[in-house]
Nanobody, 125 residues
Framework: QVQLVESGGGLVQAGASLRLSCAAS????????MGWFRQAPGKEREFVAA????????YVADSVKGRFTISRDNAKNTVYLQMNSLKPEDTAVYYC??????????????????WGQGTQVTVSS
C-alpha cells in the first residue's frame, strides 16, 4: 500500500510559477512510475505528466509542454511538478498517482494504482 500526499497548490496570478510536491510513503516508491493529473470543475480528469521509476523518462501533455516539468527524488520519496507561466486554464485540482505495474508511466488514469487527495491550483487572470 502506498499513500500519496500532494502539497504546494495555491492561488496565483497568470504568469506565475508553482511547484507541486507529492510525498509517498513506503519503501517501494523508487519502483513506481508516477504521474500527475488534473481535474477542472465540470471536466474529466486529464493527464498532465508522467515519469519513469528511474526518472530518466518523462512525458508531458501538449497543453503544458514547455511550461511544466516533472521530476522525482527517490531518496526523498517525492515527485515534483514545476509549473511555470501559469494560465487561467491551468486552474484545477492536481492529483499525483503511482503506477505499481508499469515502468515508464502512462497517460491513461486507469493504469495507476494509488492516488493522492489532490491539491487546488487556481490561476487568476
Amino acid at each position: 500500500q502506498v499513500q500519496l500526499v500532494e502539497s504546494g497548490g495555491g492561488l496565483v496570478q497568470a504568469g506565475a510559477s508553482l511547484r507541486l510536491s507529492c510525498a509517498a510513503s513506503g519503501r517501494t516508491f523508487s519502483r513506481y512510475a508516477m504521474g500527475w493529473f488534473r481535474q477542472a470543475p465540470g471536466k474529466e480528469r486529464e493527464f498532465v505528466a508522467a515519469i519513469s521509476w528511474s526518472g530518466e523518462n518523462t512525458y508531458v501533455a501538449d497543453s503544458v509542454k514547455g511550461r511544466f516539468t516533472i521530476s522525482r527524488d527517490n531518496a526523498k520519496n517525492t515527485v515534483y511538478l514545476q509549473m511555470n507561466s501559469l494560465k487561467p486554464e491551468d486552474t484545477a485540482v492536481y492529483y499525483c498517482a503511482a503506477d505499481a505495474r508499469g515502468t515508464y508511466g502512462s497517460t491513461w488514469s486507469g493504469q495507476y494504482d494509488y492516488w493522492g487527495q489532490g491539491t487546488q491550483v487556481t490561476v487568476s487572470s
